[in-house]
Nanobody, 119 residues
Framework: QVRVVESGGGLVQAGGSLRLSCAAS????????MGWYRQSPGKQRELVAF???????SHMDFVKGRFTISGDFVRNTVSLQMDSLALEDTAVYYC?????????????WGQGTQVTVSP
């Protein structure tokens, strides 16, 4: 059993910053990838960024230069620093962990945290 819990969402003005955090607990043996997805109303869930246990990271083009993912595979935590937030970043952000090297593989999801960017 694995529990994944996100925190740090909220309301922020455009141009501002937020930091999301996620912690996995329970049977967390050998996670190899952790990442963040987001979903806006009427849209499909999309990958934002992920990190692997070898330290490699990947950020989608629409957040490059603005968001930074970091993680600790000993503590099983992952964070997402979000700067220069824009209205289109408004979404529910979900944390995901997986034992696979591919973030899109079967894994464990958190319940989501709302990020709202206002004008």
């Amino acid at each position: 059993q694995v529990r994944v819990v996100e925190s740090g969402g909220g309301l922020v003005q455009a141009g501002g910053s937020l930091r999301l955090s996620c912690a996995a607990s329970g049977n967390t043996f050998r996670f190899n990838a952790m990442g963040w997805y987001r979903q806006s109303p009427g849209k499909q869930r999309e990958l934002v960024a992920f990190i692997r246990s070898d330290g490699s990271t990947s950020h989608m083009d629409f957040v490059k230069g603005r968001f930074t993912i970091s993680g600790d595979f000993v503590r099983n935590t992952v964070s997402l620093q979000m700067d220069s937030l824009a209205l289109e970043d408004t979404a529910v952000y979900y944390c995901k962990t997986t034992r696979d090297w591919t973030i899109s593989a079967v894994g464990y999801w958190g319940q989501g945290t709302q990020v709202t960017v206002s004008p």
